[in-house]
């Protein structure tokens, strides 16, 4: 909005019972809204067909989990190619950590293609990303950053943090958002033009880069 030229006054809902008064005085699902001049615009996706960005149908396209299964289906076929090359054994321990790894570089990618755009969608739920809005920018290079290094084996000491406190804060993020304050939200795990589902698939990259993290320092020591 400020890239328009609008002031923006945030008022933020800081309590489950603020939320439920909110969505059920305006009749929405979502929050956050936005009201321009008084007059509410709606969510992240009504706001950009509200300022041309998007067309009202692409903001009505469905839901799909293609773009995340496309993701996990290459990296996975590419570490079972690495862990062949390497030790002439497709089902190995490293294969698993090579999958995890290429799945961040290439989710990391997702993100790196529009930061800002990404970084608008982190915000609608990610605690960090609230607290400190640049966090939204710097977590795909943190993410990618963890999964070349963990492709390559090296400097685990430097990388290992980097993976559990994004992955960390991420799964928190996820649970509070979904499980805990019920909201209906797109993953910014694609992207900020993701139309996959906050949920089980968002929790899970997190959940991955927490667990190799721990995996990957716990191995060093």
């Known amino acids: 909005m400020e890239r328009q030229g609008y002031q923006v006054e945030d008022n933020h809902l800081t309590t489950r019972e603020q939320t439920d008064i909110f969505m059920d005085k305006h009749d929405v699902k979502t929050t956050p809204q936005t009201f321009v001049a008084s007059k509410r615009v709606g969510g992240y ?3 950009r067909i ?3 960005l998007d067309k009202p149908e692409d903001a009505q396209s469905s839901t799909s989990y ?3 299964i496309a993701i996990f289906a290459v990296a996975f076929l590419m570490a079972l190619a690495l862990s062949w090359h390497s030790f002439e054994a497709i089902f190995t ?3 698993f950590e090579w999958f995890i790894s290429i799945s961040m570089c290439f989710l990391a990618v997702q993100k790196l293609q529009d930061v800002e755009s990404f970084s608008t969608m982190f915000l609608n739920y990610d605690l960090l990303a609230r607290r400190w809005v640049p966090y939204g920018k710097v977590y795909p290079f943190g993410e990618a950053f ?3 290094l963990m492709t390559a084996g090296a400097l685990t000491w430097l ?3 980097v993976a559990i406190v994004i992955g960390g804060v991420g799964a928190a993020s996820v649970i509070k958002a979904v499980y805990i304050d019920k909201r209906e939200l797109k993953c910014a795990c694609m992207g900020g033009d993701s139309n ?3 949920g089980s698939i968002s929790l899970t990259e997190n959940l991955m880069m927490l667990g190799m993290g721990v995996w990957m320092l716990a191995k060093m020591i």
Do not use: T
């Open 45 to 47: 996706d009504d706001l």
């Open 50 to 52: 509200y300022f041309g």
């Open 66 to 68: 293609q773009p995340i």
């Open 93 to 95: 321990v490293r294969a």
């Open 146 to 148: 963890a999964g070349i």
């Open 159 to 161: 990388y290992a943090p």
């Open 196 to 198: 996959v589902p906050l």
